[in-house]
């Protein structure tokens, strides 16, 4: 149904009325409303039908697929106060395992972008794990990183394109004698971005991809009893490599050397989650330093590449559009440049505090 205001089209409102099946039995039913802005549509205009559709009687949605309301995935019980190293990996790693399920419809349905980007997460913070693990574990995991490594692999460019699409889309808006050029130039990355999706749709629906879940859950039964170290001590030994990363970055550092430091960052800030499952509040105040680091940093690398995808689709009557674009990523990149020395310095120093 479309919503207009006088003369102006501003949401379309959808009703999808759910029966959950058994065979040709209903075995429950469930109304979701969807409003989606078109045309002339605006924030405003969203929120005033949301007021009425609430007045109605509407409540808010979970936020979860309409799949996973159907066949809902159990995340695994947390761990016991004085768990062991190898508690707190399997609950991690089946905490990762849980994401890829609970998020695989959501992909394949590809109602949002989030989807993607959880089950991207959940690959490498399952393989980071993997590696921090390696010098007590050896290669057993090595085949699971394996097959993540694809899976993520297959994820990673519809994900890199939604977010880069994210952005394009509302700079591009703010345009105005070149918004039908940049226009054009979302379209085009909106266009490859379904040619990725085709190709990680295929992924998913082959033998390899199930093969996966079948992998994870057998790595976890592998995983010993008797593990040496702590959680602890992991995130000190990936504290340690980030901070030597940190230290040999130069003084102007190239793009790549800072793509590499932000690298560093995700793998510490993966060990120590895993070491706040322990409950101390040292390492909890450590994890969203490190978060902060890394999306400095990682601001600083979305620029690079959004730069290197707009020059690549600059044409002649494109020129003026894809330069404005360009300038503000480089301004993205210089605000980065200027920060991501002060974020990195203070995670490190909550996480000297915390392994301490």
């Not at 992909?107 to 972008?113: A, D, F, T, Y």
């Not at 210089?334 to 002060?342: G, H, M």
Request: aromatic share 2%; hydrophobic share 45%.
């Amino acid at each position: 149904m479309r919503a207009a205001d006088g003369a102006r089209s501003v949401a379309d409102v959808t009703v999808d009325d759910v029966d959950i099946l058994e065979g040709r039995r209903r075995v429950g039913r469930f109304v979701e409303l969807e409003v989606e802005l078109v045309d002339d549509g605006g924030e405003d205009d969203l929120e005033r039908i949301s007021r009425m559709l609430r007045r109605a009687g509407a409540r808010p949605s979970e936020g979860r697929a309409k799949v996973t309301r159907v066949a809902p995935v159990e995340a695994p019980p947390a761990p016991a106060k004085g768990a062991t190293l190898r508690d707190l990996l399997v609950y991690q790693l089946g905490r990762q395992l849980e994401q890829l399920h609970a998020h695989d419809p959501g992909v394949r349905l590809g109602e949002h972008p989030e989807d993607v980007h959880r089950m991207r997460v959940a690959t490498r913070r399952s393989r980071a794990l993997v590696r921090a693990t390696r010098s007590t574990l050896g290669d057993r995991l090595e085949s699971l990183s394996a097959e993540l490594k694809w899976l993520g692999g297959v994820l990673g460019p519809v994900r890199d394109l939604d977010v880069l699409l994210e952005r394009l889309r509302v700079e591009v808006a703010a345009l105005d004698l070149e918004r039908e050029a940049g226009e054009s130039i979302v379209a085009e990355l909106e266009a490859e971005r379904e040619a990725h999706r085709i190709d990680l749709l295929a992924a998913l629906d082959s033998d390899r991809h199930l093969a996966l879940f079948d992998t994870f859950a057998s790595a976890l039964e592998s995983i010993p009893e008797e593990l040496a170290g702590t959680a602890q001590s992991l995130a000190a030994a990936e504290l340690r490599r980030f901070e030597k990363a940190a230290a040999a970055v130069p003084k102007e550092p190239a793009d790549d050397e800072l793509h590499g430091l932000r690298i560093h960052a995700k793998r510490a800030r993966y060990t120590a989650e895993l070491a706040a499952l322990t409950g101390r509040k040292r390492f909890v105040r450590y994890v969203e330093s490190v978060v902060a680091a890394q999306d400095v940093i990682g601001a600083h690398q979305d620029a690079v590449v959004a730069e290197e995808r707009l020059r690549a689709l600059v044409s002649p009557e494109r020129a003026l559009a894809a330069g404005r674009l360009i300038e503000l990523e480089r301004a993205r990149r210089r605000d980065s440049r200027a920060r991501y020395r002060e974020v990195v310095a203070e995670a490190i120093a909550r996480g000297r505090a915390a392994v301490a």
